[in-house]
């Protein structure tokens, strides 16, 4: 099936869960200079991702069954005032 990732689309097998592609993102963005100063200073990359226009939390990425066109961005979280 295919998805949409961060504005790429992406071939992902029939049944895949949200899960997959967290997993998928944190591995190809292990040396990404933001994410291993997040996991340095607090032992998470604290990357957000948002299904469908939806930001869907971390204990449902498991359970959350992807479909053909979904689309999903991640992001790093950004803080400021």
């Given amino acids: 099936m295919k998805v949409t990732i961060n504005s ?26 933001v994410t291993r100063s997040l996991i340095e200073k607090t032992g998470k990359d604290h990357l957000t991702f948002i299904l469908n226009k939806r930001i869907i939390p971390p204990r449902e990425f498991e359970k959350t069954a992807l479909k053909e066109g979904d689309e999903i961005r991640w992001m790093h979280p950004y803080a400021g005032g």
């Fill in 8 to 33: 790429k689309i992406q071939e992902l097998p029939s049944g895949a869960k949200l899960a997959e592609v967290v997993k998928r993102v944190r591995e190809e963005n292990q040396d990404d200079p």
